[in-house]
């Protein structure tokens, strides 16, 4: 009986039975899978996403923080500083005479130490002594001594009264080079920090508002600013009706406590709250989206659209609407 052989084993065509070759194939179809995977973005990095505006906003105010108080040392430190030059210049004035009535009086004294160690006696005191009478010659010797006692206090008392003010004047003038020496680093730190600010600033994205019943806005917005004005903008042509807060008639800190609302800050409805809950901007500062307040007791507010323009709701009578600025201004306000 014939014996069964098994049939030989058959590879599959365009493999290799060795191990390297399994391992080139593998590593082959691993390339192809990772080229495939980078081709449909699978093994991308992920794009690191950009701060968003109020982001941004955060970093600006932080940086605030840092300059303020550095802003008012200065401030501080030069006002001291001019106040104290202005010391050392009147003691200055004070000083030169002095100095020049000590030269005079010093030299005096030189010129009459010189004449005694040269020649001696004056001649006069040879006089005296040689014709006087007695009792002229006591009297006489008497006054010399006296005026050279007063001479001596004379001196001394200009080169006390001049090394008082010397004195004066040197303690004035080391605090004037300490207070130099700090005003050139706070301006320096300020420096710094308004260039940190302008960079932020500028990283700012620009964006457009377009709403009806509103121009069109251009400039930098917050988050919440630009929901805010688009808010209070959808308002226009609504009613005013006195103590109301929408949705479908306002009165002005109605208008404003609405459009905030809106991107969820709450402010009170009574401008002069209002105006104590936001952060206070200049009008050069002022940007869109910003409370602007009128008159000094506060009594009319409108959300600033920028270009001297706010919407704001003006009076009974008179709805919601765009308007200039052309009421007393008492100043800006940044809710958030």
């Known amino acids: 009986m014939p014996v069964a052989t098994m049939p030989p084993h058959r590879h599959a065509p365009g493999l290799s039975a060795r191990p390297g070759g399994l391992r080139r194939v593998a590593h082959r179809l691993l390339v192809l899978v990772a080229a495939a995977a980078v081709g449909a973005g699978v093994l991308a990095v992920p794009a690191q996403a950009e701060p968003s505006v109020d982001e941004i906003e955060a970093q600006i105010d932080k940086q605030w923080e840092q300059l303020e108080p550095a802003v008012e040392q200065y401030n501080k430190v030069r006002s001291q500083l001019q106040v104290n030059r202005k010391k050392s210049a009147d003691l200055q004035k004070k000083i030169e ?58 001196v001394a008392g200009v080169l006390a009264v001049r090394a008082k003010y010397d004195g004066e004047k040197q303690k004035l003038d080391a605090l004037i080079a300490t207070q ?7 301006a320096a730190k300020k420096k710094q920090i308004d260039a940190e600010i302008k960079k932020l600033e500028a990283s700012l994205p620009k964006t457009t508002i377009k709403t009806a019943g509103c121009p069109t806005i251009n400039g930098v917005a917050s988050t919440a600013a630009q929901k805010a004005i688009k808010t209070a903008c959808q308002q226009v042509g609504d009613p ?35 105006w104590n809950e936001g952060k206070a901007v200049s009008r050069a500062d002022a940007r869109p989206g910003d409370l602007v307040f009128f008159y000094g007791d506060l009594r009319h507010v409108g959300l600033y659209l920028g270009n001297n323009l706010m919407v704001h709701a003006p009076r009974a009578g008179r709805p919601v609407t765009v308007a200039s600025l052309t009421m007393p201004v008492a100043g800006f306000r940044r809710p958030g």
């Open 180 to 186: 130099t020496k700090q005003q050139n680093e706070l």
């Open 97 to 154: 005479p002095l100095a020049l009535q000590s030269e005079l009086a010093l030299t005096r004294v030189g010129d009459l130490a010189s004449r005694y160690y040269m020649s001696g006696p004056s001649q006069d005191i040879g006089a005296l002594l040689v014709s006087a009478k007695p009792d002229t010659l006591t009297e006489q010797l008497t006054v010399l001594d006296r005026l050279a006692a007063q001479e001596r206090k004379e």
């Open 240 to 274: 005013y009706v006195w103590g109301a807060v929408g949705p479908n008639a306002f009165d002005c800190s109605g208008l404003t406590q609405y459009a905030y609302k809106s991107a969820g800050i709450y402010l009170t409805h009574y401008t002069g709250a209002q």
